[in-house]
């Protein structure tokens, strides 16, 4: 059980589009969902975390109008990258939690690797 | 944020050995967790500690949640060539949904 996929695993875009990821949590509905961000040889550093039906808290240094966060239903959260740049280039990672409980592990998904030419 | 050094930043070991790495945070957690990466996958949880002074085993894998609550060992006994990949510490501050602080990452290679 608590499986998270994402998709697309892997995109290419030219710089100035928007790109969209998605995460899903297949067997268990997540109040809360993670959004990561790793650049090669790095760690995983948050971006923002997102509640169901309420709007995303983003963490210093991200950017909010650039970076939008979407968690419209308990088994899915959007990431859209809007006039990504070559610098927006990276493994970004999702993860979902049942919240509620003394216990809220995160699963995490597999990534998606995007490269803005 | 939360700073986590892991050590050490790299291993390379003979398969059979047994491995030892360590984080520590000039901050105190509630959890401590340990995630395996493998290239171009997401962190898989490993073992996960609630308690200060806990010890918990996953088969060849030991943790242990310091005492101090600014923390925590991993053991690897007996490595084999798929236990290669990027060990990652994690600290959560609360019980609840919290987010989490990952440290720097230990770079396992094993020799076969």
């Known amino acids: 059980g608590a499986v998270v996929s994402q998709h697309p695993s892997r995109v290419i875009c030219k710089s100035g589009t928007s790109v969209k990821i998605e995460c899903r949590s297949l067997d268990f509905q997540a109040t809360t969902m993670f959004w990561y961000r790793q650049f090669p040889k790095q760690s995983l550093m948050l971006m923002a975390t997102s509640n169901e039906g309420s709007k995303a808290t983003y963490e210093q240094g991200v950017e909010k109008d650039k970076f939008l966060i979407n968690h419209a239903s308990l088994t899915l959260s959007t990431l859209t990258v809007t006039s990504a740049h070559p610098e927006d280039s990276s493994f970004y990672i999702c993860s979902a939690s049942h919240g509620g409980g003394s216990t809220d592990t995160q699963y995490f998904g597999p990534g998606t690797r995007l490269t803005v030419l | 944020g939360q700073q986590l050094n892991q050590s050490p930043q790299s291993m390379f070991i003979q398969e059979g050995e047994d491995v030892s790495m360590n984080c520590t945070s000039s901050s105190i957690f509630n959890t401590w967790l340990w995630y395996k990466q493998d290239p171009g996958e997401g962190p898989v949880l490993l073992i996960a500690?609630?308690?200060?002074?806990e010890l918990t085993s996953n088969g060849r894998l030991t943790a242990q949640f310091g005492i101090t609550r600014k923390d925590s060992f991993l053991n690897i006994s007996a490595s084999i060539p798929s236990d290669v990949g990027i060990y990652f510490c994690?600290?959560?501050?609360?019980?609840?949904?919290?987010?989490?602080?990952f440290g720097t990452g230990t770079r396992l290679t094993v020799i076969p």
């Open positions: 994690a600290g959560q501050l609360g019980t609840g949904a919290n987010n989490l602080f």
């Open positions: 500690l609630y308690k200060a002074g």
